[in-house]
């Protein structure tokens, strides 16, 4: 963009490289159309031609689906085409039989997107029982939690956290979303609280050293 | 009145049931807390405002009952039960002053929490499963675009493969450091030792495969190795001059001669 | 005919349960995009609720779609949504071909991250094979594996070390981040399996005393 600087840049990118806007919202809608994964705006930028401005067009094209049988969603950092869920019923044909999850699964998926990032031990603290083999592989395996940054406690022991594929896979635009959130925050049951008696060794400021950087707003 | 009695009785079968399905089903709870769990719920009230000294009471007659019923327990149900019933002294018996650790209400409060904690976990998982979901609800494109224009092939790995590739060779039983078989491998410094043993005394010309070493005539695999060994070998000796080679035809014997002090 | 009122064109259809016209054409956008391959009339008939008029709903649709970076097209007597020609450019990537890595990469790949810097006798000593060329070469043009420092052994042989790219594509902070040997057994990743109680819940955590030389800077 700076060496096309001949045009003061604002909406009025060169008329002569940048396609016009209307241009531009074909080709990201083409783009996110085509691809049945989400597009990064950074993917989308290097597609199109110099000069474009793939996140106004994205913003365009986002309100110009509203309300229609296809949706523009954002998924983390990524864009992708969706249909609207209400016309769930329509699609029977496409359903992909997905594998049940287990009962254990489900929670200690829960558990790592409400408490992200998350050690096995923690884990299990919140669920009381030791987490099995199978499980934390299933979840790896169908992509839906990959390894964080290690914890800086005694140990360092490794961390999950949700992936954007799960993030696409539930519709949410981010692990801010989760339902109930903001709820479970308030009620301080997402702190991570010792307990009492337990030597506090490095305990006192972990709990909120490692939530913001995925939660914080 | 009489309504009353009936549902009373069939409630009271309810939790006969209930009670009953607990210790049989064991294997149905995932781990001490979940009974725990079940069991507040009897109480019926907000889990905050729960008496855990009843919740104590509860998880303890229903070890007792497991044991009647010599029912295996896990370990850690009874490491529980002891530590409920080490809470429960504490809750009955007021702390004597100056006695270290927390007091039976700390630990009370802890519990509560952690069970408020796991019921919370339980209804989000409950709601996250309540969430669209792509595949289910709603869909991503059917069909990728069929342009074939520029085809570039990437090769990927999940961290899964990583991870279970390093855990493969980590773990091979077989583990052995590579060698060759070298039994039935005859190598070319074997045959040129040999041959430079031998060449003094071949003034005539000779079938280059009577120099094979003992041995090493019958087995296929041996007599290759052996062939290619002494060839290889033979070129090595031409090439310093010190023997001739020569084969009248195709596939015909290869023969070979000194050519050192030969007159 | 062209309007989107919900007044049925003496089809004689119920007013009761046919959709709007408008609520058509969202359903009939959802499916053509959602499925796998093109649609014919009837199909969309009969998933569509009753009294529906797919082909109307169409010919909205397929209106509405005119000049955009999408089309609604007819391939024989089947419906199907594409990207506009004009815009085949911008699909380029989309065939690109994703290949699995082979196992001989991957384990080559893993001693690296898990042993960098390492030369290539010792790869071949950990793997107990020796490592093709090719092999090595591959991950290089990947730029997932680099030349590190030569090592203060006789030959100063070169060493390999895995880049950013690597991590980023593994989704890792650091390579400090991949389990330890430990944690791998207990995701259940190494097939062999301590007897079962031999692993207890505390040894999870303490899985770095492989790791610290390796990864030291």
Partial sequence: ?217 | MADDLFQETAQSVAERLAAEALIVDVDGFEGPLDVLLSLSRTQKVDLRKISVLELAKQYLSFVERAKVLRIELAADYLVMAAWLAFLKSRLLLPQEPGEDGPSGEELAAHLAFQLERLQAMRDSAAQLMAQDQLGRDFFARGQGEDITRIKTVTYSATLLDLMQGYARIRTRDDFRPFVLDRESVFTMEEALERMRKLIGFTGSWTDMLSYLPDGWHSDPVRRRSATAATFAAALQLVKEGKLELRQSDTYAPIQLRSCGEEP
């Fill in chain 1, 1 to 217: 963009m700076e060496d096309h600087s001949a045009v003061p840049d604002g909406e009025g990118e060169s008329l002569f490289d940048a396609p016009l806007m209307a241009e531009q919202e074909r080709m990201v809608e083409a783009v996110l159309f085509a691809s049945a994964a989400p597009v990064t705006l950074r993917d989308l930028t290097a597609r199109m031609p110099h000069g474009c401005n793939p996140a106004e067009a994205l913003a365009h094209l986002r309100r110009k689906y509203e309300g229609r049988g296809v949706q523009v969603v954002k998924i983390g950092d990524t864009w992708a085409m969706r249909t609207a869920p209400d016309l769930g019923f329509l699609m029977q044909k496409e359903t992909v039989e997905s594998r049940k999850l287990s009962r254990a699964a489900i929670e200690t998926l829960a558990i790592i997107a409400y408490h992200q990032p998350v050690t096995r031990a923690e884990i299990e603290e919140i669920r009381g029982v030791s987490v099995s083999r199978g499980t934390v592989d299933q979840l790896l395996e169908m992509e839906w939690i990959r390894l964080g940054r290690r914890k800086m406690t005694p140990g360092r022991p490794v961390t999950f956290v949700v992936t954007p594929q799960f993030l696409d896979h539930f519709g949410l635009e981010s692990a801010r979303d989760l339902p109930g959130l903001k709820e479970l925050r308030a009620a301080g049951l997402l702190e991570n609280r010792p307990p009492p008696g337990a030597l506090a060794l490095g305990d006192l400021d972990e709990s909120d050293e490692e939530q913001p950087e995925l939660f914080e707003d």
